[in-house]
């Protein structure tokens, strides 16, 4: 899989920047945003808050799965 089009967040357990998210799925929150969830390959669970724009493309793309 292209790892330029994954979906890159912090890993808070481990202090990386940059990781690439694995098994993203894609949710909208309660006020009407998109958060990604999904694990760093490690095992490390993973979040992170996108766009309307980078979420649609992140689906598009098929990097993460629509959870909504």
Do not use: F, W
Request: charged share 25%; proline share 1%; with cysteine.
């Amino acid at each position: 899989m292209d790892t330029s089009k994954m979906i890159k967040a912090y890993c808070l357990k481990t202090k990386e920047k940059n990781v690439p998210m694995q098994d993203a799925v894609i949710t909208k929150t309660a006020r009407g945003g998109y958060i990604a969830n999904g694990n760093d390959g490690k095992g490390n669970k993973m979040a992170a808050i996108l766009s309307e724009a980078k979420a649609h493309q992140a689906i598009a793309d098929g990097v993460a799965k629509k959870g909504y």
